[in-house]
């Protein structure tokens, strides 16, 4: 149990996307490179999409829908996670960031989704049984 929360409050801190720019996108913000520059998740929603296509706010969506498990998984600390939703959020987490992975990549620049990779493999390491009894019933 507790593992499996340490597991998914790790991914906070790993890269969710990787352009082949050496730009990194995490949970938290994205890294430029060159130059070094941060941009943090609150200054990216409030300050710099104004405007912007949708398929830039599939990682803020990505974001919250895997906080949104990380709650869910806080919550087995107390006897009260439901895997079935822990999981089915891991899964549209992923969703969320393989859209702004693919919208992302254009001739020259691809973009890596190390989060989808992440995210699907804790749904199906933690949670397949839950979210397989919730499809299949």
Avoid: C
């Avoid at 409050?9 to 050496?22: E, K, N, R």
């Avoid at 995490?26 to 060159?34: P, R, S, Y």
């Amino acid at each position: 149990m507790r593992g499996r929360l340490l597991a998914l409050a790790a991914m906070f801190f790993l890269p969710w996307s990787v352009f082949t720019t050496g730009d990194l996108v995490f949970a938290w913000g994205l890294v430029n490179l060159d130059p070094l520059h941060l941009t943090t998740l609150p200054d990216y929603l409030f300050v710099y999409t104004r405007g912007l296509p949708r398929r830039l706010l599939a990682w803020p969506v990505s974001v919250l829908l895997y906080l949104l498990a990380l709650g869910s998984a806080l919550l087995g600390l107390v006897g009260r996670e439901d895997g079935r939703v822990t999981g089915g959020l891991l899964v549209f987490a992923g969703v969320s960031g393989l859209q702004f992975a693919l919208g992302m990549t254009r001739r020259g620049l691809v973009v890596v989704p190390v989060g989808v990779v992440l995210v699907w493999t804790a749904a199906w390491w933690f949670y397949w049984s839950d979210i397989r009894r919730a499809v299949w019933k």
